[in-house]
């Protein structure tokens, strides 16, 4: 049956019917409309055509342009311009996730190997990219990975959506105040309180983040990639010349002072925990999903987005594999995260943590701006009907809540101030979701009422209306049968996804507690978890 009420035809046909002109989420438009004008749009692009609504209405919103009154009339305007102030602005949120000039698959190539966590996850952004083309269109373009649930499943996964992406970027900002915190304890050589320099660069993050619009940093953005690789390329010049940091070493990975000890499998004695820990790590370092669909929905071909995805991927994968093995090779038992705190000569440790500590802090006012961004929008604005960003009362809510959310960054910090740890818990419980978990669920769910619609069934353009013959389990075991391999392969990835991410906070939930017995930086605490004890 149609998500809305409708009518009964005398053959037994279910219609419903539509307003001209639909929010961009809105209960009433039902799947069967967003895959017609999906259709539509890809004929259109592939065709080279000129009169692409998406476009002008994406010019028209960056302008601040009102439609016109005959395009109000006829709803060729596109989506309801009331479902705007429910979206991050456009050209803010691109620039925040680097997406903002995408136009070809080369660039998206660019764009995924400047991301800061260097996402790696080809499977899932396979489907990602197959759904987008299944569910975006001029009239219901799809902006962020929330609308992809939305469409699929309902209003509830979309906000569930939103929520973990929240709860992600939060703990991002949280796990880059812990990494400069250590930074600058190195720097003074344990000479200052911990958490008074972590707090440090919480009360940065509230200053600096009062910008609501990052148009402006996009170069200093640009310019933090630059600044990563050149650390990169210098922690490698340095473990191969110098002794590991045996003090961070033993506060960090209780590894007491000796010969270096490397192994091409998990080291002896270490428990089945540790090495899901140590997956986690893998997830948390190339799982990036998250943005993709901020990516397509920049580009004139997204058809070709999975070119510059698997060459960006193959490109990224090799170059964390490189510098993971160059490191652990000299450095064994003795190599911390993040690897330029592990580096025993004090004049480069010191240049790693300067450069990084201006990279990561750039990198913490992005995620900060969007996380603020996203809760704003679709938890305070929808859910609690504050007013909007662009108001003046909205202007004074973002200040109020600028420190809130740094302020709650740093108490995790604060809280646990284990790196590892922290990244692990955050790869397991987010990460491995938007990556691994979500496309092969939403593709099992795309695919079964795709496949279930029969001759007969539709959306007619002319009367607004959707039909469907049937519904219920007649109509969901008809959409999986019909490819039984594929959808049966996507539900096992999915399950084997949620079980992993289960492990995985288990595991890195073990590990903060295990750290915490064994001596370890404790809460709230002026010592340093990557200085000498």
Known sequence: MARQAGTLSRNGEIGVSHPPVQKMHDDNVTFEEYLHYASITRADTQRGATHDVAQVEGQRYLQHQEPSEKEKETGRSGANTTSRTLSIPDEEYI???RAGRTASWGAVFYLITTDVLGPYSTGGGFLLWKMFLELDSDRYPLKNYGDVAYRL??????????????????FNVGIIIVSNGQGLAQISKDGACFIILCFVWALAGMILGQIRTLARLGWLANAAVWMNVFVMIATMAIVANTDPNYDAALANNFAEKGPVVTTAGPP???????????LMQAVFSYGGAMLFIEFLSEMKKPWDFWKGMLFAQLFIFVVYLFFGLFVYSFQGQFTINPAYQGISSYAWQTVANSISLVSTLIAALLYGNIGIKVIYNNVLQELFKVPALGTRTGKLLWIAVVPVYWGTAFVIAAAIPQFSNLSSLIGAACILQF????PPFFMLVLRVKKDAMQAGDGFDPQTRTTTRLDSGLTRWKRGFSKRWAFNSWNLIFCLGSAATAVLGIY????GIKDSYAAGAQPSFSCRNPVGAH
């Open 435 to 438: 990556s691994y978990t979500f």
């Open 268 to 278: 002896d004695g270490l428990a089945f925990d540790g090495q899901v820990d140590g």
């Open 153 to 170: 499943v309902g209003q509830i996964a979309r906000q569930t959506v939103n929520i973990i992406q929240s709860v992600q970027l939060i």
């Open 95 to 97: 620039q925040a996730s």
């Open 507 to 510: 595991s890195a939930a073990k």
